[in-house]
Nanobody, 127 residues
Framework: QVQLVESGGGLVEAGDSLTLSCAAS????????MGWFRQAPGKDREFVAT????????YYADSVKGRFSISRDNAKNTVYLQMRSLKPEDTAVYYC????????????????????WGQGTQVTVSS
């Protein structure tokens, strides 16, 4: 079992930047694919970004491509989401998720594929 704790959310203005962190504990962090998802009020949870176990492969939702960057530090058991040029439509609760896998090069973009979730951190972007 892995425990995930997100941090770094807050209230920012459109065009600002923000970096979210997700600290993992409990198991070997490098055994997990990591992902970021978000859920806006009244909407389904949606995929944002994912990164493979070693950090060499990433994949993004079209809505954030070129503005968001996912990275991980396996020595610190932490995954990050750097968000730039934020828009009001980025307002949501952001969740990090972990998927244990033996496949080093895989990543996952569907929420049902993930086994473990954090509690979420609120990001609000004002116009």
């Amino acid at each position: 079992q892995v425990q995930l704790v997100e941090s770094g959310g807050g209230l920012v203005e459109a065009g600002d930047s923000l970096t979210l962190s997700c600290a993992a504990s409990g198991r070997t962090f490098s055994d997990y694919v990591m992902g970021w998802f978000r859920q806006a009020p009244g909407k389904d949870r949606e995929f944002v970004a994912t990164i493979n176990r070693g950090g060499g492969s990433t994949y993004y939702a079209d809505s954030v491509k070129g503005r968001f960057s996912i990275s991980r530090d396996n020595a610190k058991n932490t995954v990050y989401l750097q968000m730039r040029s934020l828009k009001p439509e980025d307002t949501a609760v952001y969740y990090c998720a972990a998927k244990g896998t033996a496949y080093v090069r895989r990543y996952y973009s569907t929420s049902s594929e993930y086994d473990h979730w954090g509690q979420g951190t609120q990001v609000t972007v004002s116009s």
